[in-house]
Each structure stands twice: as C-alpha cells, then as structure tokens.
C-alpha cells in the first residue's frame, strides 16, 4: 500500500507519479513505498502553512501549551507501534526505539510549558513619557529537514519549540525515515489544518524546493555537513534564518584513574549506541598510556559479547546499519586504515552467520594514526579507533584534532582534568562521566563544521524567534533636535 503525504490536514498523493521505496534493513526488503514528492507538492504545503500561520500565531499561548501536551500525550499512547515502525525501516533496537518516543513526548511537554512564558520584557525608555519593549515573534512558516537515525526526536527538537513560539511548519523527513514520520498526522491531527505538514521526496526535489522558497523563512536542518553546505548556498542570499546540525567526530578521553569496569562498557555504548549512527557518537578514543593496554583488551573482549540480530528481539545489542551505502563506508574507512597499519582487534567485517540484513561487526581498531578518514572524517558506523596520550594538554589537543565540534566526554575523578576539559575542548557539549545522555533543558548544537545554532533548551525557542524593539511616546511632540539646526546650535 502507498502511503500518502499529509497537506493542510489531509492525506494526499500530490503531483508526484513516482513513488521512493522504504527497505528494511533487516530483510533488505521493501517495507512500502511513500510519494516522489515535487516541487508543486512544497508549493501546496507552504500555502497552506502560509494559511494556517494567520490562526495559529494568534492562539494564546496558555491554549497552544495544552495542544502541545496534547501531541506529547498522543505520541506517548503510540508509542509502541511507532517505535515498532521505526525498528522496521531504520535498524535500530526495539528498546532504543522507545526510548526515541519517550524522549520525543517530553520535548514537546517541555516546550509546551516554556513557550507558555512570553520572553519579551520592557525595558528603561529614553524619556518619562515613553514605553519601550522588546517583542519577541514567530518567523511564519519553517521548514525542518530530518535525518533517519533519529527521525522522530530531531523533528520534535525543531517541531516543537517552532510551533511553541507560534510558527507553523512544513517537515520533510528522510526518504529512508518517512513511513514513521507520515504516522504522526494522526499526532497532530488535532491542530488547526495546515500548521503541520508532512511532505515525502528527495533531498534534491522537495528538500532543495522548500530551502528555496520565498515563503520559508526559516530552514531548521539536521543532517550531514555537505547537506548544511548546499543549504546555506541556496538560502544564504535569500538571508533566510539558518539553523543547522550537522555531523561529528566526538572524541572520549579516558584519564589514568578512570574506573575501566565503567569506563570500558561506557565507551563502548557511547561509540555503538544505534551502531555508530549517532551525530554524537564517539568516533576517537584517547586513553591515557599507563592503562592503554588494559583498556584495549577489556573493550575487545566486551564488543565481541555484544549480540547481533533482529532489533525487534530484546536479546539484540546492535541491529544492521541503516543502509548498505552506510555500510559501504564504514568498510572504506576500516580498509584504509588496515592498509595503512592499524591492527583489528575485533570486527572488521561482515558477520559470517547475517548473510541478510547490513550487519557489520563492532570494530576495535588499534595503531590508528591522525590522517586516516576513520580518525579525521566522519564514520557514522560501530568503529572504535583507540589512540594514547601522555599528558593531559597532548588529550586536550588530541580531542580539539578536528574540524567539527558536536561533542567530546571525559572519564575522570580529577577535577582539575574536568575543569581544563569543559574550559578548553571546543565542542558544543561536554560529556563527564556520563556519555550522551540527553537534557530537554540543555541546548545542543555543534561548533565548527558540527553547524550552527542550537537545539533544546531556551536556546532552542530562541532560535524561532525574531526580535522587534518598539518605542512609544504617549505624547505627539516637535523634538528640538529636529531641523532647523540653527536654532538648536544656539540653545546648546
Ligand atoms: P543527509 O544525507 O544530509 O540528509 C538529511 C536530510 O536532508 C534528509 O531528509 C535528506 O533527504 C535531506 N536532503 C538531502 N539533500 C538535500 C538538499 N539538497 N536540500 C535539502 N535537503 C536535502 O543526512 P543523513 O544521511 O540523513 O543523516 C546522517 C547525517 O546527519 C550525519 O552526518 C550525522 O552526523 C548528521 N546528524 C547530525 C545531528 C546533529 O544534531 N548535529 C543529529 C543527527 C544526525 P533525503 O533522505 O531524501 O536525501
């Protein structure tokens, strides 16, 4: 069965005559097909955003924070059957799935409750007789453009503060995503129609077309660098208001006095978590000289424990990767390092007994050297390349060894080490003894090549705000510092 796109309240098919096929990773199968959106179909959907925008910005906020709750009450109610779609066409574990709809009802109960707050102010006028304040407004229709590893969570983080500052949106998710994000008209049904649509295609057809359109001022993108970049080609003459999240290479230092029966499963979950297919996953691990040996070991020995297999089992560790062009990768990567003298000390391969399914084995890679692609480009795979340090400004400068910026963490009890580590490492969040865990209230975003902007927290609302100073004198006077200047010379 065809699924349909969702305009202005409704399921249409649009102008689209081809149709994207949606694979399971596991099976290699087609799971179903969603429109080729066109342009036309963007067209159809900003008008109807453009529409709702006249209803939907003037509802006050107290109201919008309870259709926002509602959305994050519905999600929580879909919950399994949502994740359970998001296991069939992305790969990642049934477990990690729910745990991406729990996180994606709280975002959007959050910033139901922050939107709630206006976050104009008044502020000192220039005289008496005068009010001066500091508005701040929706933009009208932004665009939010998806990825696949988290589809639902990334599109609240743009969703719900976007429409919490009273803006209306048209998503695009990723075509290998959209079965899962189409489910969400039943989600959002309750708005007034139009204030969410979701439109289906290409990066290259809808995602180019919405970027483009005079109609958006707001382009809200997670995804890869070279996407950012073509985005910011189209709509920076356009001054549109960019916000965009893009990849990472987050390196993990491990210091001498970290606790390996933590440090080592910690780092472990933090590079295969979704296998590697995290914006933040770490992609370089550092550790320092004196436990380097230990730890290499230890961690080889627990990757090798960790169960491949169908994610919809709860016994599975690591589902496939998302796609065999992912996969395809990640074996360059690993390829080109071996050539060039790393040592595999697990992995490095397709596991013999998945014939089916893009399943790679976790990978622990030792020798590695800075200029390899697997320690400077990012891998988006379950590798673990493991580098040493002496001292800690060597581990300082080894973490700040990259042109992103996204996030580093640091197993240590030295609170000297965490202090010059969250003052010195240029990244937009810092990890301590605890990798990757999420805050609604903390913002996110990336330094460098990692993007622009930030998601979450009030950062996150700021970013689909615009700002208006207004000036107001309760009196129509003449001001003497008008002309003529002759006069006001002399009284001076
Ligand atoms: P991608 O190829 O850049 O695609 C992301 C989205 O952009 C998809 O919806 C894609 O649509 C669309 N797109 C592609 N070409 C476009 C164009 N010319 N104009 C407008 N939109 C276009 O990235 P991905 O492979 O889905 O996701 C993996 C990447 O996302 C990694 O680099 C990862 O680091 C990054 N990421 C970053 C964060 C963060 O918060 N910083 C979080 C998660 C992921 P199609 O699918 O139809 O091509």
């Excluded at 694979?23 to 969603?34: A, H, I, Q, R």
């Excluded at 976790?362 to 673990?384: N, S």
């Excluded at 810092?430 to 979450?456: C, H, K, Q, V």
Aim: proline share 6%; glycine share 10%.
């Amino acid at each position: 069965m065809a699924r349909k796109m969702w305009i202005n309240g409704e399921f249409v098919t649009g102008s689209a005559e081809g149709a994207i096929e949606v694979l399971n990773p596991y099976t290699e199968g087609v799971l179903d097909t969603v429109p080729a959106g066109t342009p036309a179909d963007v067209e159809r959907a900003v008008e109807a955003a453009q529409t709702a925008y006249g209803e939907w910005r003037w509802i006050p906020a107290v109201e919008r924070a309870d259709l926002l709750h509602e959305i994050a009450r519905r999600l929580r109610q879909e919950g399994e059957s949502l994740a359970r779609q998001l296991t069939l066409e992305g790969g990642k574990p049934l477990v990690e799935n729910l745990d991406e709809v729990g996180w994606t009802a709280a975002c959007f109960d959050y910033y139901a409750e922050i939107g709630r707050h206006s976050r104009g102010r008044v502020i000192p006028s220039i005289e008496s007789s005068q009010l001066s304040l500091v508005l701040k407004e929706p933009f009208g229709v932004v665009g939010c453009i998806v990825p696949w590893n988290y589809p639902l969570l990334l599109m609240a983080w743009k969703v719900a503060p976007a429409l919490a500052a009273g803006n209306t949106v048209v998503l695009k998710p990723s075509s290998v995503t959209s079965l899962t994000t189409l489910m969400l008209a039943g989600v959002f049904d309750h708005l007034p129609p139009g204030t969410v649509n979701i439109i289906t295609g290409s990066g290259e057809q809808v995602g180019d077309a919405l970027v483009a359109h005079p109609g958006v001022p707001v382009i809200a993108f997670t995804g890869s660098t070279a996407v950012g970049q073509r985005i910011v080609q189209l709509a920076g003459p356009m001054m549109k208001k960019l916000h965009l999240e893009l990849g990472g290479k987050d390196a993990f230092l491990v210091a001498e006095d970290a606790d390996l029966d933590v440090a080592v499963p910690g780092v472990a979950w933090a590079a295969l978590l979704n296998n590697g297919q995290v914006c933040t996953s770490t992609e370089r691990i550092y550790v320092h000289n004196s436990v380097y040996n230990e730890f290499t070991s230890l961690i080889a020995e627990y990757v090798e424990g960790l169960v491949l297999g169908d994610p919809l089992d709860p016994a599975t560790d690591l589902g496939p990767m998302a796609r065999a062009p992912y996969r395809a990768k990640v074996e360059r990567q690993v390829g080109d390092a071996v050539q060039r003298g790393a040592r595999v000390l697990t992995g490095g391969r397709r596991p013999p007994d998945l014939q089916t399914g893009y399943f790679y084995e976790p990978t622990v890679l030792i020798e590695v050297k800075r200029d390899m692609a697997v320690m400077c480009e990012e891998t988006f795979g379950p590798v673990l390349p493991i580098a040493h340090f002496d001292t800690f400004d060597e581990a300082i400068a080894l973490a700040n060894d990259s042109v992103y910026g996204l996030g580093a963490n640091l197993y240590t009890h030295n609170a000297r080490y965490v202090k010059r580590f969250y003052e010195e490492v240029r990244a937009g969040t810092l990890w301590i003894n605890d990798p990757l865990t999420d805050n609604d209230a903390g913002p996110f975003g990336g330094f460098g090549m990692s993007g622009l902007g930030r998601e979450l927290g009030e950062e996150g609302l700021d970013e689909f705000q615009q700002t208006k100073h207004v000036h107001w004198d309760f009196n129509m006077e003449s001001k003497e510092w008008w002309y003529p200047y002759e006069q006001y010379n002399q009284e001076r």
